[in-house]
């Protein structure tokens, strides 16, 4: 079956770093997202990669390794309003989103 | 301001009943999708429509029905509503259901409580 796994809950503290992980088991690759979630709210795309490597957009980056079914998110100088849920998904070779359960990230002062 | 537009925002609906719930997209995307969003797991595909006139099953479609009449709109049916229907209901969009490296544009959801 196909699978994406992420931690469930993890807490930083404001202007800190902090490194989401991403493991992936699917049915092909075309593409990891990441994406971000507020409580409450809509998900709103955060990142996309194809290629192995790191992709650097402000205070966040995200880096595969398609080899090893592996991705991360990178937030630097968090700040309280990074406080949400961060998802990763992943495209399978039919072209449908894969997605974990998310990451609740708590920011703490 | 383009976007995506879901509605209603929330619902309480009794067992048994028919509902529709509606997104409508006004940035001329070819394709759609509706997903549940319940605690603790992913985002899980119900329904999609690559373009207008055509639709597809996703992970989860039964008690679910939908139809692309045109490129705007794309309604999601549940022709009997049961309890384990009770969930956050998000309508998103891509400019191709192939090659859309900025993702999907999501609708601020539907909460929908079925007792």
């Known amino acids: 079956g196909q699978n994406i796994d992420q931690p469930t809950e993890m807490t930083a503290t404001e202007g800190a770093i902090v490194q989401i992980n991403c493991t992936y088991q699917?049915?092909?690759?075309?593409?990891l997202f990441w994406y971000q979630q507020h409580a409450g709210e809509a998900p709103t795309f955060l990142s996309y990669?194809?290629l192995d490597g790191l992709e650097e957009k402000g205070r966040f980056s995200s880096f595969l390794s398609r080899s090893k079914g592996y991705s991360y998110l990178l937030l630097k100088e968090l700040q309280m309003k990074d406080s949400a849920s961060y998802l990763c998904?992943?495209?399978?070779?039919?072209?449908?989103?894969?997605w974990g359960a998310g990451t609740k990230l708590i920011i703490k002062p | 301001i383009a976007g995506i537009t879901q509605a209603p925002t929330s619902q309480i609906l009794a067992a048994g009943r028919r509902m529709t719930l509606r997104c409508t997209q006004d940035?001329?995307?070819?394709?759609m999708y509706w997903y549940r969003q319940d605690l603790g797991l992913g985002l899980r595909l119900i329904h999609y429509?690559?373009?207008?006139?055509?639709?597809g099953k996703g992970e989860v479609p039964d008690g679910y029905s939908v139809s692309r009449a045109n490129t705007d709109d794309f309604p999601l049916t549940l022709a009997s509503a049961v309890p384990s229907q009770t969930s956050v209901y998000f309508c998103?969009?891509?400019?191709?259901?192939?090659?859309?490296?900025?993702?999907?544009?999501f609708g601020s959801g539907t909460r929908l409580t079925v007792v």
């Open positions: 998103a969009s891509s400019e191709d259901s192939n090659f859309p490296p900025y993702g999907y544009t």
């Open positions: 940035m001329r995307h070819n394709a």
């Open positions: 429509s690559n373009t207008a006139g055509t639709t």
């Open positions: 699917t049915s092909g690759f075309n593409g």
């Open positions: 990669n194809v």
């Open positions: 998904a992943v495209k399978d070779s039919n072209y449908q989103l894969i």
